[in-house]
């Protein structure tokens, strides 16, 4: 068969990987520079810590699949670090049991870069640090010649196939995947597919560890032990680096007030988090990653089949692009969602 697939991001580039690896023809468009947009940065969070115990299945099997990628690409693409919520961690441990995850609940600290972090801590061994930069150029080498940077203007639908209109022109395809990011609710509309269009400036800021040897698990952060209403997520960015995203009440986001206003509310709150808290890091950013992101997703994929497009969206979506990616050359195939997706999204 011979698909498009819309979007260079992880998730386009690892449905672009499965559909090559099975022998069919593949174009992948990107307007921008793959791996950019929600897929830039060094590193992520893998975990099997989710709130429900579908996607901790889900992760499991994704787990399986970077190892897998990690094989072919000569490297490990996640690494074996772990991962702690700490705090509010009823719900966490609730889907980690129903799904027979392994995990440890503990009121003693974690080897987190704080010295009073706040717990109870829930520990997840199956965690660990994605090495992202790394696998965007693993599965770039894969897709090789079949990614075309192109913008992708319209998708139409006509005798059961997909015309893609790009910026070169018109090309027909047997079916196509729609994993654009921001730009995915605008090309999913047309085609009866309402996707959230709302979003909001997030920045994640990488600070230097006092110990440069330091290789402290992957860390959620819900206590609200620094500040009620408080929340942050934090993960090696590479050695002694240390990079930290928050969510906060008191935090704007929102689109309408501007990128430059919300980077320097988020560089404040988050240097202010990291001199009084995260005391195992100097308060000196050295490095910004920037996103527009969907808010109020959480965890989570939710995708849907028109004809023979598939759409795909949802949040914190980089951790499961292995089996991800395998789900959507399934529907692309199949013309539906394979079961396995439409449990993770909670259908």
């Known amino acids: 068969m011979r698909i498009a697939v819309v979007g260079a991001g992880v998730v386009g580039l690892a449905t672009a990987t499965e559909l090559l690896d099975r022998g069919h023809e593949v174009r992948c468009y990107e307007a921008d520079t793959p791996m950019a947009a929600r897929s830039v940065g060094d590193t992520r969070i893998f975990r099997l810590l989710h709130q429900r115990p579908e996607l901790v299945d889900w992760a499991a099997r994704a787990r399986e699949r970077w190892r897998a990628w ?20 009823g719900p966490w441990t609730a889907a980690m049991s129903a799904a027979g995850a392994p995990f440890e609940v503990t009121d003693t600290r974690p080897e987190l870069p704080a010295a009073a ?21 693993f599965l770039l080498d894969v897709v090789g010649a079949a990614l075309v940077g192109e913008a992708v203007a319209d998708l139409r639908v006509s005798g059961g196939l997909v015309e893609v209109a790009s910026t070169t022109g018109t090309a ?8 654009a990011g921001a730009g995915t609710a605008g090309l999913a509309a047309p085609l009866g597919v309402a996707v959230p ?7 994640r800021f990488t600070f230097p560890l006092r110990d440069p040897a330091r290789v402290p698990p992957a860390w959620i952060d819900r206590s609200a032990s ?18 930290i995203g928050a969510h906060a009440d008191q935090l704007d986001e929102s689109w309408e007030s501007g990128r430059e206003a919300v980077e320097l509310r988020s560089r404040q709150l988050v240097t202010a988090y990291v001199q009084e808290y995260v005391t195992g890091a100097l308060p000196e950013v050295v490095e910004t990653v920037y996103c527009a992101a969907p808010p109020g997703l959480g965890d989570g994929v939710s995708a849907a089949v028109a004809g023979p497009v598939v759409v795909v969206w949802g949040d914190n979506l980089f ?6 990616g395998a789900a959507l050359a399934d529907a692309a195939l199949d013309r539906e969602l394979p079961a396995a997706l439409r449990v993770a999204a909670g259908g």
């Open 117 to 137: 972090p706040g717990g109870p801590f829930l520990l997840d061994p199956g965690g660990g640090v994605v090495r992202a930069a790394d696998t965007g150029r």
């Open 172 to 179: 027909t395809f047997d079916a196509a995947v729609v994993a």
């Open 226 to 243: 620094w500040r009620p209403g408080f929340g942050s997520y934090g993960q090696l960015a590479g050695p002694g680096r240390w990079a």
């Open 319 to 324: 951790k499961f692009a292995p089996v991800l």
């Open 197 to 203: 269009d709302a979003l909001v400036h997030h920045h």
């Open 70 to 89: 990690g094989e072919r690409a000569g490297r490990p693409l996640v690494g074996d670090e772990g991962a702690v919520v700490g705090g509010d961690i």
